[in-house]
């Protein structure tokens, strides 16, 4: 793959510690969550991080699998919710929950619609097979 575009961070100090992206926009300390023994308060961690991440790209996609279709669709709205958890193996493992809104456009549609998504989003191709992800859709305006 040639990448048309990378993005570079450094993290020191681990969950309870400070990352910083290479151009100096993204300079932010993270704390673990008390559900994870942390001392959570007023940080982010990796997780909202990544959930934050992967709604972005996803409602970029779901967008583009609209216009592929020739659908005219009202503002998408895209929330994941990541979690954290142990495996049966007793592992860390990620899942995520995508729950998108997508109006003027019929119920199925929607669902349709973010299965595209699903299948165009970076994101959701990086995670395909290695954590469970559920989809939701719904199509109501906001």
């Known amino acids: 793959m040639k990448a048309a575009y990378t993005a570079t961070a450094t993290a020191k100090g681990g969950r309870d510690g400070h ?3 290479s151009d100096g926009i993204l300079d932010i300390d993270v ?4 559900a994870l023994g ?3 308060g007023p940080f982010t961690n990796p997780e909202q991080l ?13 967008n583009l699998a609209a216009r592929m279709k020739r659908l005219r669709i009202g503002e998408a709205r895209v929330r994941v919710t990541i979690g954290i958890g142990k495996d049966d193996t007793d592992h860390f493992q990620l899942s995520a929950l995508i729950e998108a809104n997508v109006p003027d456009v019929s119920l199925e549609e929607a669902r ?3 299965q595209e998504a699903h299948e165009i989003c970076p994101y959701s191709r990086a995670t395909r097979g290695n954590i469970e992800v559920e989809l ?3 199509n109501h305006a906001e």
């Open 38 to 40: 942390g001392s959570g």
């Open 19 to 21: 990352i910083e992206s």
């Open 50 to 62: 990544f959930a934050a991440g992967y709604a972005a790209c996803f409602n970029s996609a779901l």
């Open 112 to 114: 349709t619609l973010i």
């Open 136 to 138: 939701r859709a719904t």
């Open 31 to 34: 704390r673990t969550p008390k």
